[in-house]
């Protein structure tokens, strides 16, 4: 059984940083697909950025330039480092996997942007 788990929401002023991380676990081949969504209140979850195993990343347009994702796959654990945040990005951010024709799902972690 795959688990996701995510650490590194928060709440933070307009301008600021945030890491996220989510490590993987469980029977995970090598070649996967790690990334992050984000659902804010009355929306539609949206992609955020995905990544494949030595790849590089692919970003939302409204991210582009301001985050960046990143994997170790040594630790099946993916990243995402948000710089100069908006009070748009306040969000449940949710870290997805899809392996092998499956998609996992984590917790979600809530990130707050104020203003």
């Known amino acids: 059984q795959v688990q996701l788990v995510e650490s590194g929401g ?3 002023q307009a301008g ?6 989510c490590a993987a676990s469980g029977s995970i ?3 996967n697909v790690m990334g992050w969504y984000r659902q804010a209140p009355g929306k539609q979850r949206e992609l955020v950025a995905i990544i494949i ?3 590089n990343g692919n970003y939302a347009d409204s991210v582009k330039g301001r985050f960046t994702i990143s994997r170790d796959n040594a630790r099946n654990t993916v990243y995402l480092q948000m710089n100069s945040l908006k009070p748009e990005d306040t969000a449940v951010y949710y870290c997805t996997l899809r392996d092998r024709g499956l998609d996992y799902w984590g917790q979600g972690t809530q990130v707050t942007v104020s203003s």
């Open 29 to 31: 081949f090598r070649l």
């Open 16 to 21: 600021g940083s945030l890491r996220l991380s």
């Open 53 to 55: 195993s030595g790849g």
């Open 10 to 12: 928060g709440l933070v």
